[in-house]
């Protein structure tokens, strides 16, 4: 099957769970195609947000299949983004301050590496390193850079497989992969197997707090399963065994959730950990009314911002998008943008130039050696590195162009 419905809470394991929202039917943002007509008819999936009466964790209504996701047509690169690079270089400070590992002694072992862009700021400050990820051409790269990668899933057969070849290790990492993962249960079981006793188990991804509260929509699609919050999470990791040491935010990928975990005889939760929960347990997450309401105001904001994109047509601008990130598909969607509203995208990452949007069949194109004889209408899809964009490309386009971001608030940047 391609893929199989979810009826029961991925993390506690109840039954009781409601919608939340509902996109309906929708194509993989990843699955870029190498020809126009096949974007047309890229396969669609029910996408849509269940929510545990019990726990209060969030998470899809289907699971489509790993495979089809990751294996097969997955070109995600972690390091074209400089944002993300210097996150990653003030995150391996980070966890030398907080777990006090000596690099010369410690060996880290990355979840779902891609092209080795973290752990090759780990390697600069000497420690060993390994990487396991699923997706192919992310996993070559890394290995050219001599970023060692295993090309595979972190199942039980491959973490026996690396703890017998290379021992058991200090740190376990990873960013923005665990709301990927079909099977979590194992995953977090099998991290806490590959970890030393006494070793540290770090690891970010999305915050679902900030989805709700900057109506960050497009950070639904079918390859983030759940969408994590901490007082649930917490409950999941002690049940495996770890003690949790600390609980933080920051702004990467528009916001996410830093849990420091440990590997020790006897599991607690920190006083900063317990003190982060309690006033999580205030927000909207916890508050109905609110989260009864979301869906009609992001829906009604992208409308807004669809009819905004489409204006400048009476103003003779052309009318392109930077940026294609999976998020492009539910956005374009509901700003009820299609292919001959966009001309065409430019993108960064080399491996989807060329290629065309699922649904849309709106090009991929680059933007090098460009000539523009009108003014351009930009719209920034990759709105999380809006600056980094705006300060890429403002010297490149013509006067009286307009750069556009979406989202978390509707931006206009003049030329």
């Not at 996701?69 to 944002?83: A, C, D, P, Q, V």
């Not at 410690?106 to 090759?120: K, P, Q, W, Y």
């Not at 601008?317 to 943008?337: C, E, M, R």
Request: proline content about 3%; overall charge positive.
């Amino acid at each position: 099957m391609s893929f199989k419905n979810i009826a029961c809470c991925r993390l506690c394991g109840s039954k009781k769970i409601k919608n939340f929202v509902d996109f309906g039917k929708i194509s993989l943002g990843n699955n870029l195609q190498t020809k126009y007509p096949n974007a047309l008819k890229a396969n669609k999936y029910s996408l849509s947000v269940n929510n545990c009466l019990i726990c209060n964790h969030f998470q899809l209504s289907i699971s489509v299949s790993p495979k089809i996701l990751y294996k097969t047509n997955y070109t995600y690169l972690t390091g074209i983004s400089n944002s993300f690079k210097d996150h990653f270089a003030s995150y391996v400070l980070w966890i030398e301050k907080n777990t006090k590992l000596n690099p010369l002694k410690s060996a880290i072992l990355d979840i779902g590496s891609n092209d080795g862009t973290c752990l090759s700021f780990f390697k600069r400050r000497g420690f060993r390193v390994l990487g396991v990820d699923p997706a192919k051409l992310p996993s070559q790269i890394a290995n050219k850079k001599n970023i060692k990668t295993i090309n595979n899933f972190f199942s039980s057969n491959v973490t026996n497989s690396i703890i017998k070849t290379y021992g058991q290790f200090d740190l376990i990492t990873s960013h923005n992969v665990l709301a990927h993962i079909d099977d979590i249960h194992n995953t977090f079981k099998n991290a806490f197997k590959s970890l030393k006793l006494g070793g540290f188990f770090c690891f970010e991804i999305g915050y679902f707090l900030k989805v709700v509260q900057k109506n960050l929509f497009d950070t639904i699609y079918h390859e983030h399963l759940d969408y994590h919050h901490a007082n649930p999470l917490s409950k999941f990791l002690k049940k495996i065994g770890f003690s949790i040491i600390n609980i933080s935010t920051n702004s990467i990928q528009g916001g996410s959730l830093r849990i420091l975990c440990k590997k020790e005889i006897k599991p607690y939760l920190s006083t900063q950990a317990s003190n982060f929960l309690k006033n999580e347990k205030k927000t909207v997450l916890y508050d109905k009314k609110y989260l009864k309401l979301w869906q009609n105001k992001i829906q009604s904001n992208m409308i807004k911002f669809g009819q905004l994109f489409k204006s400048y047509s009476k103003k003779d601008y052309i009318k392109i998008g930077y940026g294609s990130p999976t998020k492009i598909v539910l956005l374009t969607k509901l700003a009820n943008l299609k292919g001959n509203d966009i001309e065409y995208i430019i993108e960064d990452n080399k491996l989807k130039i060329g290629r065309f949007l699922p649904m849309t069949g709106i090009k991929i194109s680059n933007f090098t050696n460009e000539k523009f004889n009108k003014p351009l209408v930009v719209c920034v899809f990759a709105w999380n590195f809006f600056e980094e964009i705006v300060s890429n490309i403002k010297n490149k386009i013509p006067p009286d162009s307009v750069i556009l971001c979406p989202l978390p608030k509707i931006k206009i940047y003049k030329i």
